[in-house]
């Protein structure tokens, strides 16, 4: 997968769910199991966008790691967002944020495009 940035976090995230699909088009994955997940990140992209520093300070950059280990736990919960969190990178991304709030605001966007083409391609409710 490419590296996900402004120009392609989008075209991304429709490649990814789109193949999630199973061989009847169906996807597995539940809405709220990536609701949760998306929850978290938009805690976290709200208040990056009130905060003025290009670099996100040791409480911001903690709440990301503890993002990341929260996905990890969801993924070994269940095999349906295991296989979401690995097909769409989710852990290498936020591993690269470490503190530059610009890479954690596009990772947010990128979330966003994930349940927005989730729904798009029929993801299940609940």
């Keep these: 997968m490419a590296e996900i940035k402004t120009t392609n976090y ?7 769910i789109s193949n ?3 061989e009847k088009g169906k ?3 539940t809405t709220s199991k990536i609701r949760n997940i998306l929850s978290m990140v938009s805690e ?3 208040d990056a966008q009130r905060f003025r520093e290009k670099e ?7 709440r990301v790691q503890y993002l990341k280990m929260r996905v990890a736990y969801e993924a070994g919960r269940d095999g349906t967002v295991r296989k979401f969190v690995t097909k769409a990178n989710l852990l290498e991304e936020i591993g690269k944020i470490g503190r530059d ?5 596009v990772f947010c966007h990128y979330m966003e495009a994930l ?3 989730h729904r798009y391609y029929g993801g299940r409710e609940n």
Excluded: H, T
């Design 44 to 46: 976290l992209y709200n």
């Design 56 to 62: 996100l300070s040791d409480e911001m950059a903690s």
């Design 10 to 16: 989008v075209d991304q995230a429709e490649k990814i």
């Design 115 to 117: 349940v927005a083409y």
């Design 20 to 22: 999630l699909r199973d």
């Design 101 to 105: 709030k610009d890479r954690l605001i």
């Design 27 to 29: 996807i597995k994955l």
